[in-house]
């Protein structure tokens, strides 16, 4: 049995000067909403309603579409209909096409809830990928446990996700596994390196969780935690900490806090003078930091759960519809996102094999999407993946990149280490 973990205080986050369309995020809108309609079946339109097809399985994604979230959410949402788009083409559910179902959480707690209420009682979804902060997760995926509700969490890194409940599961490796990498990495390159500060959001129960497994493996390296500096997610001014930072004269920077604020904090710090190593966590590990700190992400190292150059089949149809798309390399976010949605598929198959997914009821396919998700293997664009009985993921390749910036600032990429 897993324990239920007590949900989290609110936070409200509001738009820095970014180059995002940002909008209220506790009013999260609704962007390519289907409507399943009311039908009692395994969320499958029944013939006629609302002009839906059928014979459809609507699949929930519940992922930041606005805020500042979704510097990070609007990859999700490109590797969620990557998927959509892959597994249709290849017949869906042994000939039942797969529809998702977008409901924008925007980048807060009672966005998160009202997507996931919307997904889970209108909408009818049979699981959902999402949300995308552990802080939201920590709110939002109780409600799906108690209405039996299958949750893949494609982002949600912090300690105790998948202890949340029996229906929460995360293709997204914790901190614990991810963020050392990019420590013995710099250590690697930078054997001088002695002094660290640290630097985390205290609103954001994500930033908590990896600055903690920053901050004890620089002390199990034996290295000195020279200072721990906090911040907001919402901060946009970060003169005092990097200030507090750069006077102790580290040789290393750790940063655990999301894309705009952390994209700002690096800015300054280099503004400031700051010249050695810096580490950022999960939430910088988007292309959307380039627009913030612009030349001066240069160099920054982050761990990776996903490689553009792991050798698959998948991966290889996932990173050529990517680039495809986009003109550049798939990002972890996106690949994470059309995992969730295969691990869904993949299960659904298994199911329909033994009994036609399309005549069960929504609440028993629901069950029992559960049950064969937590039980399978998945070859993925991650490589090949499992779940824990708990739902937490069992991964076995992790990687470290290096922002690497134009001279001019206005492009960059990750450059994946060797
Ligand atoms: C979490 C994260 C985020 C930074 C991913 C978007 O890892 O909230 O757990």
Redesign the pocket.
């Known amino acids: 049995m897993k324990k239920p973990t007590p949900g989290s205080s609110a936070l409200f986050v509001t738009c820095a000067s970014l180059l995002l369309a940002c909008s209220q995020t506790n009013t999260p809108q609704t962007s390519t909403t289907v409507s399943p309609g009311t039908s009692p079946s395994a969320g499958i339109s029944p013939q006629g309603s609302a002009g839906q097809n059928s014979n459809t399985i609507y699949i929930g994604i519940g992922v ?1 579409e606005t805020s500042n ?1 979704a510097l ?2 609007q990859e ?1 949402v490109a590797g969620a209909k990557i998927a959509e788009k892959y597994f249709n083409d290849k017949g869906g559910v042994d000939g039942t096409p797969i529809k998702l179902v977008f409901q924008d959480t925007g980048g807060d707690e009672q966005g998160a809830i009202n997507a996931f209420n919307t997904l889970i009682n209108q909408d009818r979804v049979v699981g959902i990928v999402g949300p ?6 920590f709110s939002a995926d109780p409600i799906a446990d108690r209405a039996k509700v299958p949750v893949l ?1 494609p ?4 300690k105790g ?1 998948p202890l949340i409940g029996d229906y929460v599961a995360r293709v ?1 490796a914790p ?1 614990a596994v991810v963020a050392p990498n990019a420590l013995k990495a710099a250590l690697k390159e930078n054997p001088n390196i002695k002094k660290v500060a640290v630097f985390f959001a205290q609103n ?4 908590k ?2 600055t903690e497994t920053f901050q004890k493996t620089v002390k199990d390296m034996g290295l000195e935690l020279a200072t721990v500096q906090k911040f907001l997610t919402t901060d946009t001014d970060f003169q005092s900490q990097a200030t507090n930072a750069i006077n102790v004269k580290p040789d290393l920077i750790i940063i655990s806090g ?2 705009a604020d952390g994209g700002n904090l690096i800015k300054q710090l280099r503004e400031l003078g700051y010249k050695g190593v810096i580490i950022g ?6 292309s959307n930091v380039f627009s913030v700190c612009k030349a001066l992400c240069d160099g920054v190292l982050i761990a990776q759960a996903y490689s553009p150059e792991y050798q698959n089949e998948i991966n290889k149809a996932f990173r050529d519809a990517y680039r495809a798309q986009f003109k550049k390399e798939p990002p972890q ?1 996106s690949a994470q996102a059309f995992t969730g949605v295969q691990v869904f598929v993949d299960s659904l198959k298994v199911i329909n094999a033994q009994s036609k997914v399309s005549e069960k009821p929504l609440a028993e396919l629901r069950t029992q999407l559960n049950q064969q998700l937590l039980g399978g293997k998945y070859n993925t664009p991650l490589g090949e993946i499992s779940f824990t009985p708990e739902g937490e993921i069992n991964q076995k390749d992790f990687y470290v990149a290096r922002i690497k910036m134009d001279a001019d600032g206005n492009n960059g990429k990750f450059e994946f280490l060797k």
């Not at 966590?281 to 988007?286: D, E, M, P, Q, V």
């Open positions: 930041a979230v990070l959410g999700q995308t902060l552990s802080q939201q997760a969490g982002s949600n890194t912090a996700i997204s901190v954001d129960a994500f930033s969780s990896e999301l894309a966590g999960n939430g910088l590990n988007t976010f």
